[in-house]
């Protein structure tokens, strides 16, 4: 499974970005596609996550209510909307695969995501 990333850039608090992620190749055992992100010092951390086949959407307490998470099976693509950015929320942003019980099997390459007051 490959998963490309994009979308990142620099943008005032306040503002709005839209991240994309596509997956490919041998995406049939994915159960959840999720982001996660790597604040600067800080440990990866998640962010959302989306059930492919229910559409049940789980969000971090952080970024609940600015947030959404979407996905378009189609195009097997993920999105993150992210709204009212802060600069807490400046970190790389990276895309994941995960299985039913969770666990990540696949990891994206991140894209940067810079909020400046």
């Known amino acids: 499974v490959q998963l490309q990333a994009s979308g990142g850039g620099s943008v005032q608090a306040g503002g709005s970005l839209r991240l994309s992620c596509a997956a490919s190749?041998?995406?049939?055992?994915?159960?959840?596609m999720g982001w996660f992100r790597q604040r600067p010092g800080k440990e990866r951390e998640f962010v959302a996550r989306?059930?492919?086949?229910?559409?049940?959407?789980m969000y971090a307490d952080s970024v609940r209510d600015r947030f959404i998470i979407s996905r378009d099976n189609a195009k097997n693509t993920v999105y993150l909307e992210m709204n009212g950015l802060k600069a807490e929320d400046t970190a790389v942003y990276y895309c994941?695969?995960?299985?039913?019980?969770?666990?990540?099997?696949?990891w994206g390459q991140g894209t940067q995501v810079t909020v400046s007051c």
């Open positions: 994941a695969t995960l299985s039913a019980a969770g666990n990540i099997d696949y």
């Open positions: 190749g041998r995406t049939f055992s994915t159960y959840f």
């Open positions: 989306i059930n492919l086949y229910t559409g049940r959407k």
